[in-house]
C-alpha cells in the first residue's frame, strides 16, 4: 500500500520561493503517476503539476514558468518547487499518486485507488 507524505511549504513574501517534497513508500514499481494539486479557500482542487511514469511533466496554465515539478525515483519522492510566489498562490497543497494508464489529473483524482498526501499550507502576503 503506498503511503505519501508531505513536507515543506509555509510563508513566504510575495516573489519569493518555497520547495514541497512528497516521499512515498510501499511502491512496488516505478510505473506510476504522480502529481500536485492545491485548494485554496472557497475554491475547488485543482490539478497544478504531474510527472507520468516516463517522467514526462505537465502544468497548468497558472503556474507555468514558476513550478517545477521533479521526481526522484531513488528517494520516490516528489518536489514541487514554487519560485515567483503571488498571493494567489496561497493554497492547501495536496500530492498524490496512482497507477495509472493515463496519468492525469481527472484520472488520478477520480481514482478509487488513488493515494493522497496529507496536504501541507502555504501562504503568500503581499
Known amino acids: 500500500q503506498v503511503q505519501l507524505v508531505q513536507s515543506g511549504g509555509g510563508s513566504v513574501q510575495a516573489g519569493g520561493s518555497l520547495r514541497l517534497s512528497c516521499t512515498a513508500s510501499?511502491?512496488?514499481?516505478?510505473?506510476?503517476?504522480m502529481a500536485w494539486y492545491r485548494q485554496a479557500p472557497g475554491k475547488e482542487r485543482e490539478g497544478i503539476a504531474r510527472v507520468d511514469a516516463d517522467g514526462i511533466t505537465m502544468y497548468a496554465e497558472s503556474v507555468k514558468g514558476r513550478f517545477t515539478a521533479s521526481k526522484d525515483n531513488a528517494k520516490n519522492t516528489l518536489y514541487l518547487e514554487l519560485n515567483s510566489l503571488k498571493p494567489e498562490d496561497t493554497a492547501m497543497y495536496y500530492c498524490a499518486a496512482g497507477f495509472l494508464e493515463w496519468c492525469t489529473w481527472g484520472a488520478l483524482s477520480a481514482h478509487s485507488s488513488t493515494t493522497w498526501g496529507q496536504g501541507t499550507l502555504v501562504t503568500v502576503s503581499s
Open positions: 510501499g511502491i512496488t514499481n516505478n510505473n506510476i503517476c
